[in-house]
Nanobody, 122 residues
Framework: QVQLVESGGGLVQAGGSLRLSCAAS????????MGWFRQAPGKEREFVAA??????YYADSVKGRFTISRDNAKNTVYLLMNSLKPEDTAVYYC?????????????????WGQGTQVTVSS
């Protein structure tokens, strides 16, 4: 069992930056593929970024602005968000996957955090 706790969300002006953190409990954190998703009001949850081993993956909408990274010694995955836009406003969720086969889809993950709100004002 893996428990995930996100932090770092908040209110920021357009053009600003935030860094989200996701702390994981449980064993073998380094073996999990980790992802970030987001869900805006009235919309489906969508893929943002994922990391597995040395490989990273990004949604086109955030490529070049967001960076995912992980510190296996701290059991933590991060999402650095730069050049934020009002359309980035959403609840951001961290997720862990035993298999790295479907990291861009919600169904590819086994564990989810409770989410952290990110609001970008114009």
């Amino acid at each position: 069992q893996v428990q995930l706790v996100e932090s770092g969300g908040g209110l920021v002006q357009a053009g600003g930056s935030l860094r989200l953190s996701c702390a994981a409990s449980g064993r073998a954190f380094s073996r999990y593929g980790m992802g970030w998703f987001r869900q805006a009001p009235g919309k489906e949850r969508e893929f943002v970024a994922a990391i597995s081993g040395m490989y990273t993956y990004y949604a086109d909408s955030v490529k070049g602005r967001f960076t995912i990274s992980r510190d296996n010694a701290k059991n933590t995955v991060y999402l650095l968000m730069n050049s934020l836009k009002p359309e980035d406003t959403a609840v951001y969720y961290c997720a862990a996957a035993r298999s790295s086969a479907w990291l861009a889809t919600t169904t590819g993950y086994d564990y989810w955090g409770q989410g952290t709100q990110v609001t970008v004002s114009s």
